[in-house]
């Protein structure tokens, strides 16, 4: 059974970071493209960030480029996600997930931008 298990979240001020993991088990993670996707307050899943197995290259949402880092640790069956330069319009519920569509993902962990 594939689990995925996100943390890192929290309450953060604008300009801030914050790094997610996900903590994945079930499944070969190494040869999965794994994907973070979120959820803001009344909005639908929104794609933000995909690593590819096994090139490990990666694709940011427009959003974020240039502020969110994804990575992964095969040896540790371990997704990240470095958020900097966090703005309000980041606050969501972070999922990580093996499709770029969220339909295969975590409980979430939920992030907060506020001052």
């Known amino acids: 059974e594939v689990q995925l298990v996100e943390s890192g979240g929290g309450l953060v001020q604008p300009g801030g970071s914050l790094t997610l993991s996900c903590a994945a088990s079930?499944?070969?993670?190494?040869?999965?493209?794994m994907s973070w996707v979120r959820q803001a307050p009344g909005k639908g899943l929104e794609w933000v960030s995909r690593?590819?197995?096994?090139?490990?290259?990666?694709y940011y949402a427009d959003f974020v480029k240039g502020r969110f880092t994804i990575s992964r640790d095969d040896a540790k069956s371990t997704l990240y996600l470095q958020m900097n330069s966090l703005k309000t319009e980041d606050t969501a519920v972070y999922y990580c997930a093996t499709d770029d569509h969220g339909a295969t993902r975590g409980q979430g962990t939920q992030v907060t931008v506020s001052s």
């Open positions: 690593i590819d197995s096994p090139t490990g290259i990666t």
């Open positions: 079930g499944f070969t993670f190494r040869h999965y493209t």
